[in-house]
């Protein structure tokens, strides 16, 4: 076999290695997308809409007035990865906690390996050492984990965090009516929750829901009767209604004019088709209402912090200062090494290998063809003929000859204060001196995926509006969420 066959083989070997798919080693966490509320990410379906927008809610609450952030996981499976590691990732991923003080707490469920794992920010070493958090799982979260209660444990045990870092967990609500039941489908205990989670969600995304049923419109359009009705109520520019026609057999959902082009009426329409229109066609109104509010609560909450953020000038809470006056103490963000997998070790090895391979098979037939002819190359090769020409025996065929050959000649006298040439194999010969100078610096590069953000402004519409029958195509996916790229300390598991 001559040396190309054999450098053909390595490099047909080199693409294999390549090109196989990596072989299973060290499982690395894949890590999601958190979700628009980002303060509870149920991708294991395992929280119901209540529980989770009362959890958000505070969440928020918690982080307006601190700047901590305590945020909710729960996962059908960590695919093999540990606890610790996967909880650990989405923590630095995500950005959990304040930028600068390092304030974040995440709690990781996962389902199906009946386990948890809870990720403090090192900021929060004194409020939520490991002992303190483990009491918590303990108390809060065991019995109804065993139980396999998930949203009942989940909503307990965010509770109990939320009052260790200073905040509350409920208040004394708002006595102000926003339901009107005047066709009587209505069940008191929903009347009474339609009013106590507007009341409560009102405070802190300025958004109230009003649900208003009627059997008789008196003539006017459904249109012209929730106009009419919004009015009277004296809704707010930022208030929804949603006006059941029980006689009339349909619906309408009316938004103020300060958030018509963020509640649109396109992600109207697919609310009230996949939430409202099962139910309604059923004839099961209090559901049917019950289920529309959330989803407007969840969509306002998902909003709160960057309405709060307006509100103050900023995205982020104003720095909290202790009773001294004094700013806390930061500490500085860790973040958590990733290893390299052993598959990818491999990969990596193999080609270095295979490189060394090559190197040593060129060498070896540089000193071959030294040996046989004195030259550093096979003067009958047909390429080397075709470049420098018939070989005599002259020992400078080939490399002696190349910039001969490439270059024009210039009979004229020049002054250098020092020249090198040399190949790849051999070594430098000539004077002077020359020298590669420079250097390298720190190269930082940002990736910003904070795309899909509606942004207000100009003017407003009075109108708008979305009934029964109407198609839906939302691409409003306006992520929210906060905390800076902060790092984690420790955690605390499952004691079994």
Do not use: C
């Amino acid at each position: 076999m001559n040396r190309k066959s054999i450098q053909a083989a390595l490099i047909a070997m080199l693409m294999i290695v390549l090109l196989l798919p990596l072989a299973p080693g060290r499982a690395e966490a894949a890590v999601p997308k958190h979700s628009e509320s980002f303060y509870v990410n149920d991708f294991a379906g395992v929280i119901d809409e209540k529980t989770e927008n009362y959890m958000v809610n505070y969440g928020v609450k918690l982080h307006q007035k601190t700047g901590a952030q305590v945020v909710l996981v729960t996962v059908k499976s960590t695919n093999g990865v540990s606890m610790e590691d996967y909880a650990t990732s989405l923590f630095n991923s995500w950005g959990v906690g304040s930028v600068d003080k390092n304030t974040g707490l995440l709690l990781l469920l996962s389902i199906q390996d009946d386990d948890y794992w809870a990720v403090p920010g090192k900021g929060l070493e004194t409020e939520l050492n490991s002992g303190v958090i483990s009491k918590i799982l303990s108390a809060s979260l065991e019995p109804d984990f065993a139980a396999k209660k998930y949203s009942a444990g989940a909503h307990t045990t965010y509770g109990s965090f939320i009052q260790k870092l200073g905040g509350s967990y409920s208040e004394t609500l708002g006595t102000r009516s926003y339901v009107s039941d005047n066709a009587g489908v209505l069940p008191q205990v929903t009347k009474d929750y339609l009013n106590q989670s507007s009341n409560r969600y009102a405070a802190t995304t300025g958004s109230g829901i009003y649900v208003v049923t009627v059997k008789n419109t008196g003539g006017k359009s459904l249109q012209d009767y929730t106009y009419a009705k919004f009015a009277g109520v004296a809704a707010g520019p930022r208030d929804v209604m949603l006006v059941l026609d029980i006689g009339g057999d349909n619906y309408h959902v009316l938004q103020g004019k300060s958030i018509d082009r963020v509640l649109t009426n396109e992600r109207i329409s697919g609310i009230l088709d996949t939430v409202l229109e099962p139910k309604f066609a059923a004839k099961d109104y209090a559901s049917g209402a019950t289920g529309v509010a959330n989803a407007f609560h969840s969509f306002f909450l998902a909003r709160a912090d960057a309405i709060q953020g307006n509100a103050t000038g900023g995205s982020k809470p104003a720095a909290v200062t202790s009773a001294a006056g004094k700013s806390p103490v930061t500490t500085k963000a860790y973040v958590k090494p990733v290893p390299v997998s052993e598959s990818k070790g491999i990969t990596i090895m193999g080609i270095f290998l295979i490189l060394i391979a090559l190197i040593s098979l060129a060498a070896a037939a540089r000193n071959r063809y030294i040996a046989r002819y004195g030259i550093r190359i096979n003067p009958h090769n047909p390429r080397n003929i075709r470049r420098y020409g018939a070989w005599t025996g002259q020992p400078g065929y080939g490399y002696g000859q190349r910039r001969t050959n490439r270059r024009p000649h210039h009979h004229s006298q020049s002054s250098s204060s020092g020249s090198s040439s040399g190949s790849f194999w051999g070594s430098n010969s000539g004077g002077g001196g020359s020298s590669s100078g420079g250097g390298a610096g720190r190269f930082s590069s940002r990736d910003d995926d904070d795309d899909d953000s509606n942004h207000g402004g100009g003017g407003s519409s009075s109108g708008g509006g979305a009934g029964r029958y109407s198609s839906y195509d939302d691409d409003d996916d306006n992520n929210s969420g906060g905390g800076g790229s902060a790092s984690s300390g420790g955690g605390v598991g499952r004691n079994r």
